[in-house]
């Protein structure tokens, strides 16, 4: 359970804030912060049972639901339709977080030309296009905030899902570029790079007793960062107390890397 306490940052209500993933996981917890600051928020996510679930309660925790479209991000044009979509109901994007990702463990052997693909397609690609389709509108409010979704996975040198690894690593150069075509319009493009961070899917899949050992023995500070930790950095990065803060990858590990 994440009880994570969230900063109230003036300047987020009211914004269009448009999150990939935000149907679970930290993805969630960023639709919940910006939700909770008063935000137009819309997500899309392929999982739309938890999806619709994680809509329903914000809307009898806030009286607001988030607007939700099912979209499969590796479907470049159902992106392009859901972010034309969003301009549509809620106005120009001012927020945009590309969070959505898939850390299936594959073996180097294992990864085929097919593969490879996919894990590009899940991981890298939409953040790409997703940007390039916000830019008009963030053009047109005299500015933004873009946030992708990197992780320390590279820079321990983590085996067993190669293709993230290299995805993840792409994402700080794809951070870098666009913060500099953005820069002039008054567009802002960070990276947040998570370490171990406990939500239901990694509990449930990777994080036994041994890995959480490693993972604390690791860290500089011996506490569980959470998807809450993760939504903080975003809703800083997000606000006007960060308007100086572009091309950076700012890291929430808890001093693992
Ligand atoms: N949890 C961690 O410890 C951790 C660590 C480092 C980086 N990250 C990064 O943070 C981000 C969120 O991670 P998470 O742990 O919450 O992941 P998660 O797998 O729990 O959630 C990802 C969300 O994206 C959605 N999604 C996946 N593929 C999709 C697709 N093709 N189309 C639409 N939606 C899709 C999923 O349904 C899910 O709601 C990812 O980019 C991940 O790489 C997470």
């Given amino acids: 359970m994440d009880t994570g306490t969230l900063t109230s940052y003036a300047g987020l209500a009211g914004k269009t804030v448009f999150i990939t993933g935000g149907g679970s996981g930290i993805g969630a917890a960023f639709t919940r912060a910006f939700a909770g600051q008063g935000a137009r928020v819309a997500f899309v996510d392929i999982a739309e049972e938890e999806s619709r679930a994680l809509t329903s309660q914000i ?11 099912a979209c499969d991000l590796r479907d470049i044009a159902a992106l392009q339709a859901a972010i034309e979509k969003i ?7 001012g927020v945009l977080i590309n969070n959505a990702g898939n850390d299936d463990r594959h073996t180097l052997d294992q990864v085929t030309p097919a593969y490879w693909d996919d894990r590009i397609e899940v991981n890298l690609r939409h953040m790409f296009f997703a940007a390039q389709a916000v830019a008009p509108q963030m053009k047109r409010l005299g500015g933004g905030t873009i946030i992708n979704l990197g992780s320390i996975i590279w820079r321990l040198k983590q085996t067993g899902l190669p293709v993230y690894n290299v995805t993840k690593a792409s994402i700080n150069g794809l951070t870098r570029v666009l913060a500099r075509e953005f820069g002039p319009f008054g567009i802002r493009v960070n990276t947040i790079s998570p370490g171990a961070i406990w939500t239901e899917r990694q509990i449930k899949l990777w994080y036994t ?14 506490m569980r960062v959470l998807p809450s930790d993760v939504a903080n950095m ?3 990065l997000a606000s006007d107390a960060a308007e100086k803060c572009t091309a950076q990858d700012f890291i929430v590990d808890a001093g693992w890397s």
């Fill in 59 to 69: 809307q009898k925790e806030t009286g607001t639901a988030p607007f939700f479209i």
């Fill in 87 to 93: 301009r549509f109901e809620l106005g120009d994007v």
């Fill in 209 to 222: 007793p041994e890995f959480e050992s490693e993972v604390l023995a690791g860290q500089c500070m011996k």
């Fill in 234 to 236: 975003a809703l800083f």
